[in-house]
């Protein structure tokens, strides 16, 4: 039985003996910034209110990268060496650092659970949105649609469209493909499970989940490959199959990656797992553990990632120059009252983009749009931070990678939380959409097999980008947050209030439906 100091863990400060999430959180934010902008490294060492100030920070990592070419590549370098040596893994009582953690002794080796599905149907592809399943012309017309209104980004309809033209590319009996955290709501272990996909699942010994998993497995045409420490007598048997899988990924990291080293295929590694507060950034680090050791031993393996809209990043200037137009075609009703509320709020409310662009010594000037939502904390900051450095990083090393932003997305880790929710509800009010869950899982499942398929994506390593920033704007679906005419946040909690008012009074519901 494990102990609650097992597994993968924030250090413990000597002088306190706790752990401080935002002390390590500072000091990876400070590292990452040490050489490139060593005065705003200073800042972040010496902030006294991390959990509210913390997006002038990730904005500065923005700012930088932009500046020049090489940069990108020092603040991942930097950042991800200062995260590695900034963690502990615990096992019978005796302290690892990260770093180290394959020369902990396994114990117990996993074993191999083949599953697979009873369907014969052939790989297909729609998108499923507002009760209807888009398919040919349909979809087309509503990918043109979110394009005209903003709500994703060109480069991203061109890939929903390339992936619309080329349905053999759904076909995967050809790909094993690796899921962290399989069982994630907005993950494509469903769509992966009707496309004859050799499915490698990672994902908490749980009933509840592997139940799911189990399940989905059953009624699609896939082949699922699961990790179990147990002895299992009916490998049919769903009812104790259920009971006997799974691996933890922040306590058994060594036992998964040696696992995964020794299958004999190409893996393609999906980093998707999601847990709240800190254990994110525990599970964010363990998912790069695992997958750097991996690259290491298998280089031909390819990573895959989904960003959040709520973050701050580089962008190309026709998005700014559209979030620009927003704000100048508001009516002169909303100009007044933001104006009004603004300046009762002392400026906090309802504060202008202010958009610049910065110049990069590749000699392109590139935006900033910052979507960062205070609520979601410095913790769900960094976790995807991590994540954006491994891709930045693993790419410019000439290794494949799918790096994408989601939309918005109405899943219960999300919803859970009131304001957010509400907020989603309320999306509307400020041209942005958020999607139910299956028809990003749809849309991000299409756009990962593009980035795998088609040899001119940016994913793949031999195609030129001008910017390493550039990896995480192509292909975006922002659900329109990158062109809101102010800084989102500041308008949240007046899209909450309607959220709220949609939801509780006799007034139309739900986020606006885009025209077909």
């Given at each position: 039985m494990s102990n609650s100091i097992d597994g993968l863990q924030f250090p413990i400060d000597p002088a306190t003996q706790k752990s401080s999430s935002s002390n390590v959180g500072k000091e990876i934010v400070a590292e990452a910034l040490s050489t490139v902008d060593n005065q705003s490294a200073q800042h972040v060492l010496n902030e006294k209110n991390w959990r509210k100030n913390y997006p002038i920070y990730f904005k500065s990592l923005v700012e930088n990268g932009i500046k020049s070419i090489h940069n990108p590549i020092i603040i991942a370098k930097q950042g991800l060496h200062k995260a590695q040596h900034s963690f502990d893994f615990f096992r019978n009582g005796q302290r690892y650092s990260l770093k180290d953690v394959m020369s902990v002794p396994i114990t117990e080796h996993i074993q191999t659970v083949t599953f697979k599905g009873h369907a014969q149907t052939q790989p297909e592809w729609f998108v499923p949105y507002h009760g209807e399943n888009l398919k040919g012309q349909a979809l087309l017309n509503q990918i043109q649609t979110w394009e005209d209104a903003g709500i994703i980004e060109a480069s991203h309809a061109k890939a929903l469209r390339e992936a619309n033209a080329h349905p053999e590319w759904f076909d995967l009996s050809d790909r094993t493909m690796v899921l962290f955290g399989a069982a994630s709501e907005a993950g494509p272990l469903t769509w992966l499970a009707q496309w004859k996909a050799n499915i490698i699942a990672v994902d908490l010994p749980n009933e509840g989940v592997w139940g799911k998993i189990l399940k989905t497995i059953e009624n699609g045409n896939a082949t699922l490959y699961a990790p179990s420490f147990q002895k299992i007598d009916d490998i049919e048997n769903i009812q104790e199959l259920k009971t006997k899988l799974g691996a933890n990924l922040l306590t058994q990291i060594p036992e998964i990656t040696q696992w995964l080293c020794d299958n004999p295929h190409k893996l393609d590694l999906a980093s998707i797992a999601y847990l709240d507060g800190e254990k994110h950034v525990r599970v964010s680090m363990a998912m790069d553990s695992i997958m750097s050791h991996i690259s290491e031993q298998k280089p031909d393996s390819s990573l895959m990632y989904m960003c959040t809209p709520t973050d701050v990043y580089a962008v190309p200037k026709e998005v700014i120059h559209g979030a620009t137009t927003k704000n100048q075609q508001r009516s002169k009703l909303e100009t007044l009252l933001s104006k009004s509320i603004s300046t009762l709020s002392m400026k906090q409310f309802f504060k202008d983009n202010n958009q610049q662009l910065i110049s990069s010594d590749n000699g392109q000037a590139y935006g900033i749009t910052d979507c960062l939502v205070i609520e979601q904390g410095p913790n769900y900051a960094l976790a995807k931070r991590i994540q954006q450095w491994r891709a930045t990083l693993a790419r410019h090393q000439g290794q494949h990678v799918s790096i994408n932003i989601a939309p918005s997305t109405t899943t219960h880790s999300v919803t859970k939380n009131p304001l957010l929710k509400a907020a989603f509800n309320g999306a509307s009010l400020f041209n942005v959409e958020a999607f139910s869950p299956e028809t990003t899982n749809a849309i991000m499942a299409a756009l990962w097999i593009h980035d795998l398929r088609n040899p001119n994506a940016l994913?793949?390593?031999?195609?030129?980008?001008?910017?390493?920033?550039?990896?995480?704007?192509?292909?975006?679906?922002?659900?329109?947050?990158?062109?809101?005419?102010?800084?989102?946040?500041?308008?949240?909690?007046?899209?909450?209030?309607y959220g709220f008012a949609t939801d509780k009074l006799p007034i139309k519901k739900g986020s606006r439906k885009l025209k077909k």
């Open positions: 994913s793949n390593p031999k195609t030129i980008m001008q910017h390493p920033l550039e990896l995480m704007m192509d292909g975006a679906n922002h659900g329109g947050l990158w062109r809101v005419a102010y800084l989102a946040r500041t308008a949240l909690p007046f899209a909450a209030i």
